[in-house]
């Protein structure tokens, strides 16, 4: 009776948490069966030294087909847009989500296409996000 005790407790709090980190997103697009989430999340590496916050996407993908989502990230850091107008694709993303399932950064992820980095937590006086934009969304269906 202890064991089942403890794994529904197990159980009970992982679906509270996983309540809890979805409480947290927020819908930023949505269209023809894909949406687009955004999560903020602190990323603490101590290992490394590091502690950083991170805007994470998640993409849902609704649809029976396999798509392709690209945009461009323009990001405001202290209210000056230091990606606007880059002749450079480094703020480019493209990512293929397959049909009815999802893909989202993560602290792990070591592809940044779904994060934008909104700042450092353990320093001062360093540059914050303050506004971000998804520009020229454009989905095609992989069949």
């Known amino acids: ?3 089942i005790l403890l794994i529904f407790s197990i159980i009970m ?12 997103k927020t ?14 999340t602190d990323c603490i590496n101590s290992s490394q030294g590091t502690a950083k916050q991170y805007l994470f ?3 849902v993908n609704n649809n029976s087909n396999e798509i392709t989502i ?6 405001w850091y202290n209210n000056v847009c230091n990606t606007c107008g880059a002749n450079t ?7 293929i989500v397959l049909k009815n399932n999802r893909i989202s950064g993560g602290c792990e992820v070591e592809d940044k296409q779904l994060s934008l980095f909104s700042r450092m937590l353990d320093l001062d006086n360093v540059r914050v996000l303050t506004k971000y934009e998804l520009k020229n969304i454009t989905i095609e269906n992989n069949n």
């Open 27 to 40: 819908l930023y697009y949505s269209d023809n069966g894909v949406e687009i989430f955004i999560k903020p």
């Open 70 to 75: 690209s945009f461009k990230k323009e990001l």
């Open 89 to 95: 694709n480094e703020n480019e993303s493209s990512v």
């Open 1 to 3: 009776m202890k064991y």
């Open 57 to 59: 996407l998640e993409i």
């Open 13 to 24: 709090y992982g679906n509270a948490f996983s309540q809890q980190a979805d409480e947290l």
